[in-house]
């Protein structure tokens, strides 16, 4: 509080801002994010047309047949682009739910309350006799609903099951607020006394070595009714892994619902198997794919920790590598599947090689692999014919020549160093010169939005982008150590962070703390995804929770130094830990405004 005169709208509070006229509490304030345009018809629902102004039940037209989701196929309560209002994200997130139809379930609960959620794990699909509907019903036939309303009558004695429930159900239902009846208390990691390595007896002899081979391959399908009744064979393996999923539950701070899922997907896998005590693979943990409330990746990660799974996937650029070159000589295919391994997944024989990032792997290959089937095409049936001339040619054609050249000269060279081709064509060909990009500003109205955004962690991330221009990949591996004294390290780097940025990671720590007390994830910044793992968040959960690039705001944050120091660049490496040519071309945007790159294209060699 500034100390001075009342605030003009409550004349309470003493004005909260220099230069300003209300206090904390009357501050007007901003909305979060962008939301769809309403309808200037009905004021609801949103713009069902770009450049239109009217949603798509008030814009005149002939169609009579109702719209459905491209989604979920639902003609009932269209939104728009195509969605209904159950799927899509911008849509309201509250609704009822799909079973009981009490209110207030969400998108993230896949609009099943708790209860209806527990129904369809233990009972099937059918058809209820009391409301005609095709939902989950129990042993004795009827949905969740009608019975709700017969305990309703009975005064909330479970003494229902000899009652009518036709009856009480003939002149209408009344409907609830969902999660409201019963309310169970998570089970609190560490409950368990001592670590998990001192608590779970594994049994000897798991997993065998041996595999049973099956004569015929059918088809599995695991309904609900299939799945509470299959038992595992070896009782004591069951009870070592169920063991186990507690120990990873209490270490990774799992509630009862995400261990529950996990064991009954373990189970199931256990009770399939066609080797009882073998290792379980990767494309049978698929199968849970068809079990309700059961999920994969969890149980590939217990059964990883205590080495019961066997990773059997393939790769999906593997895949889209084979596609692609299926209609290749053989000779040209195993000389590319060379190179294309080695950038993959390196080499530790000559010629050796580090593993590329998967972009640039996908992006080599994909531009190498067009000039392939034309030299194919021509007859060609192995790389070692393939000339000087020949690479100059696709050169003259290609519109992005300096990509092409480069993935070419890796490619023979590779194979030139495994004696796979006589010469290199590509030697002593040079690339176009391409001038260095002129870092511009950008428009500051979404940062400033985002920095006083009701989110903190928004508000945090675009916090360190704006003040001291981390990478994204910075702000994702940044980790609860890294943040101390005031002070933020990044690599080798140790930066003093600035008041708005120390006050707004405060607040992220603080609601952190608050929505994933029990978490054994050590970064900074995690979601609901990460919160029950230990890996970092995704580059993408950064840009969205931002709107804009980050490299945006990294690029405006150095310029700005740039125009403030007057093209310091000691200064600029210093202070963003960049190298000499990165600063100068900052500096350069200072120094020399109006200097152009006059020089021409460099002339190749031929």
Same mark, same amino acid.
């Given at each position: 509080?500034t100390g001075?005169?009342? +605030?003009?709208?409550?004349?309470v509070?003493?004005?909260?801002?220099?230069?300003?006229?209300?206090? /904390?509490?009357?501050?007007?304030?901003?909305?979060?994010?962008?939301?769809?345009?309403?309808?200037?018809?009905c $004021?609801?629902?949103?713009?069902g047309?770009?450049?239109?102004?009217? +949603? /798509?039940?008030?814009?005149?037209?002939?169609?009579?047949?109702?719209?459905?989701?491209?989604?979920?196929?639902?003609?009932?309560?269209?939104?728009?682009?195509g969605?209904?209002?159950?799927?899509?994200?911008?849509?309201?997130l509250v609704?009822?739910?799909?079973?009981?139809?009490?209110?207030?379930?969400?998108?993230?609960?896949?609009w099943?309350c708790q209860?209806?959620?527990?129904?369809?794990?233990?009972?099937?699909?059918?058809?209820?006799?009391? +409301?005609?509907?095709?939902?989950v019903?129990?042993?004795?036939g009827?949905?969740?609903?009608?019975c709700?309303?017969?305990?309703?009558a009975?005064?909330l004695?479970?003494?229902?099951?000899?009652?009518?429930?036709?009856?009480?159900?003939?002149? *209408? @239902?009344?409907?609830?607020?969902a999660?409201?009846?019963?309310?169970?208390?998570?089970? @609190?990691?560490?409950?368990?006394? &001592?670590?998990? +390595?001192?608590?779970?007896?594994?049994?000897? &002899?798991?997993p065998?070595?041996h595999?049973?081979?099956?004569?015929?391959?059918?088809p599995?399908e695991?309904s609900?009714?299939?799945?509470?009744r299959v038992?595992?064979?070896i009782?004591? %393996?069951?009870?070592?892994?169920?063991?186990?999923?507690?120990?990873?539950?209490?270490?990774?701070g799992?509630?009862?619902?995400q261990?529950?899922?996990?064991?009954?997907?373990?189970?199931?896998?256990?009770?399939?198997q066609?080797?009882?005590?073998?290792?379980i693979?990767?494309?049978?943990?698929?199968?849970l794919?068809?079990?309700?409330?059961?999920?994969?990746y969890?149980?590939?990660?217990?059964?990883?920790?205590?080495?019961m799974?066997?990773?059997?996937?393939?790769p999906?650029?593997?895949?889209?590598?084979?596609?692609?070159?299926? *209609?290749?000589?053989?000779?040209?295919?195993?000389?590319?599947?060379?190179w294309?391994?080695?950038?993959?997944?390196?080499?530790?024989?000559?010629?050796r090689?580090r593993?590329?990032?998967i972009?640039?792997?996908?992006?080599?290959?994909f531009?190498?692999?067009?000039?392939?089937?034309?030299?194919?095409?021509? &007859?060609?049936?192995?790389?070692r014919?393939?000339?000087?001339?020949?690479?100059?040619e696709?050169?003259?054609t290609?519109?992005?020549?300096?990509?092409?050249?480069?993935?070419?000269?890796?490619?023979?060279? /590779?194979?030139k160093?495994?004696?796979?081709?006589?010469?290199n064509p590509?030697?002593?060909?040079?690339?176009?010169?391409?001038?260095p990009s @002129?870092?511009?500003p950008?428009?500051? *109205?979404?940062?400033?939005?985002a920095?006083?955004?009701?989110?903190?962690?928004?508000?945090?991330?675009?916090?360190l982008?704006?003040?001291?221009?981390?990478?994204?990949?910075?702000?994702?591996? %940044?980790?609860?150590?890294?943040?101390g004294d $005031?002070?933020?390290?990044?690599?080798?780097?140790? #930066?003093?962070?600035?008041?708005?940025?120390?006050?707004?990671i405060?607040?992220? #720590?603080?609601?952190?703390?608050?929505?994933?007390?029990?978490?054994?994830n050590?970064?900074?910044?995690?979601?609901?995804?990460?919160?029950?793992?230990?890996?970092?968040?995704?580059?993408?959960?950064?840009?969205?929770?931002? $709107?804009?690039?980050?490299?945006?705001?990294?690029?405006?944050?150095?310029?700005?130094?740039?125009?403030?120091? &007057? $093209?310091?660049?000691?200064?600029?490496?210093?202070?963003?830990a960049?190298?000499?040519?990165?600063?100068?071309?900052?500096?350069d945007?200072?120094?020399?405004?109006?200097?152009?790159d006059?020089?021409?294209p460099?002339e190749?060699?031929?």
């Amino acid at each position: 509080m500034t100390g001075g005169r009342p +605030c003009s709208r409550c004349a309470v509070n003493p004005v909260g801002y220099v230069g300003r006229q209300y206090c /904390y509490t009357c501050v007007p304030r901003r909305t979060r994010g962008p939301r769809p345009k309403l309808c200037a018809r009905c $004021g609801t629902n949103p713009v069902g047309y770009s450049g239109r102004d009217c +949603c /798509y039940t008030c814009v005149p037209r002939r169609r009579r047949a109702p719209l459905a989701c491209k989604r979920c196929g639902s003609t009932t309560d269209f939104y728009t682009s195509g969605l209904c209002r159950r799927c899509h994200r911008m849509a309201p997130l509250v609704d009822s739910c799909r079973d009981c139809l009490s209110w207030a379930v969400t998108r993230h609960d896949t609009w099943f309350c708790q209860a209806c959620r527990g129904w369809r794990r233990r009972y099937a699909d059918a058809v209820c006799p009391s +409301c005609r509907r095709l939902v989950v019903v129990n042993e004795r036939g009827f949905c969740r609903l009608c019975c709700r309303q017969a305990t309703l009558a009975n005064s909330l004695d479970p003494a229902h099951m000899i009652l009518d429930v036709f009856g009480v159900n003939r002149q *209408g @239902q009344q409907l609830f607020f969902a999660d409201m009846i019963l309310k169970k208390r998570n089970k @609190q990691p560490g409950a368990s006394s &001592g670590p998990a +390595c001192h608590r779970m007896i594994w049994p000897a &002899g798991y997993p065998v070595d041996h595999e049973q081979l099956v004569l015929f391959a059918w088809p599995r399908e695991l309904s609900n009714g299939i799945v509470r009744r299959v038992e595992p064979p070896i009782p004591a %393996l069951a009870a070592a892994l169920h063991q186990a999923v507690a120990d990873h539950a209490d270490r990774h701070g799992w509630t009862t619902s995400q261990r529950d899922g996990t064991w009954r997907g373990i189970r199931v896998l256990l009770a399939i198997q066609d080797t009882p005590g073998a290792r379980i693979t990767a494309s049978e943990a698929d199968l849970l794919l068809e079990v309700d409330n059961a999920t994969v990746y969890p149980v590939l990660e217990v059964l990883d920790s205590v080495a019961m799974l066997r990773d059997d996937r393939r790769p999906p650029l593997q895949a889209w590598f084979d596609n692609h070159t299926a *209609g290749l000589p053989t000779v040209m295919r195993h000389e590319l599947s060379m190179w294309f391994h080695a950038l993959r997944d390196g080499s530790t024989t000559p010629p050796r090689m580090r593993p590329r990032n998967i972009e640039t792997v996908r992006t080599s290959v994909f531009s190498v692999l067009p000039l392939a089937k034309h030299w194919a095409a021509e &007859g060609h049936e192995s790389l070692r014919g393939i000339t000087r001339d020949h690479v100059l040619e696709v050169l003259r054609t290609t519109t992005r020549r300096n990509r092409t050249l480069t993935s070419l000269r890796s490619l023979f060279r /590779y194979l030139k160093a495994s004696k796979l081709v006589f010469l290199n064509p590509t030697a002593r060909l040079r690339g176009d010169r391409v001038p260095p990009s @002129q870092p511009l500003p950008i428009e500051l *109205g979404p940062v400033r939005h985002a920095l006083n955004s009701d989110d903190p962690a928004e508000a945090a991330i675009t916090a360190l982008i704006a003040f001291h221009a981390l990478r994204n990949a910075q702000v994702r591996q %940044l980790l609860l150590t890294d943040i101390g004294d $005031g002070r933020v390290r990044v690599d080798a780097n140790t #930066i003093v962070m600035a008041d708005p940025v120390h006050q707004r990671i405060n607040a992220w #720590i603080a609601e952190r703390a608050r929505r994933w007390p029990n978490t054994a994830n050590p970064h900074l910044f995690i979601s609901t995804r990460t919160a029950v793992r230990t890996t970092p968040v995704s580059a993408t959960w950064i840009i969205n929770k931002l $709107g804009v690039l980050p490299r945006a705001i990294r690029e405006d944050r150095i310029l700005n130094e740039a125009i403030a120091s &007057g $093209g310091d660049v000691r200064r600029l490496c210093d202070l963003f830990a960049i190298s000499v040519m990165t600063a100068q071309r900052y500096a350069d945007v200072i120094l020399r405004p109006n200097e152009r790159d006059l020089s021409g294209p460099r002339e190749n060699t031929t």
